[in-house]
């Protein structure tokens, strides 16, 4: 029998797949840092998504971590140390995910954006008390 999950554990269960998908790409012998980059972006972008389906809100259909944010923070201020963690993850979305100027993040960028989304998806979690 398989057993319907609520939406929000839904988009908390993407959200770390994606989690564990940059740090699969981060750490094999042929790091993929563009796309790994692009995987935080969206572990955050989910996360903050099953949160505002918490709270039934309505999901505006966005990549804008940021906007996500905001959206939050009208119902809890606590969001709020999150939005400069936004700002440096919305970009992920699509700048490397496009040939341009430069391929590729530097790996320091790689390993920041990897720590910001795991403790913003962690903070979510302690939110929800999940």
Not at 19 to 48: F, G, M, P
Not at 81 to 109: H, K, M, Q, S
Request: charged share 30%; aromatic share 10%; hydrophobic share 40%.
């Amino acid at each position: 029998m398989n057993v319907q999950l609520p939406e929000y554990k839904q988009w908390l269960i993407k959200a770390e797949h994606d989690l564990k998908s940059a740090e699969i790409l981060l750490n094999s012998r042929e790091a993929v840092r563009d796309t790994a980059v692009y995987h935080c972006q969206q572990a955050a972008e989910k996360s903050l998504k099953a949160v505002l389906v918490f709270w039934n809100t309505p999901l505006i259909h966005t990549h804008d971590v940021t906007a996500l944010v905001e959206k939050c923070i009208k119902h809890d201020n606590s969001f709020e140390r999150w939005r400069d963690v936004a700002e440096e993850l919305t970009p992920y979305a699509t700048f490397f995910r496009y040939p341009g100027d430069i391929l590729e993040p530097d790996l320091e960028d790689c390993i920041s954006a990897l720590e910001k989304a795991k403790e913003l998806c962690s903070f979510v979690k302690k939110v929800l008390n999940d």
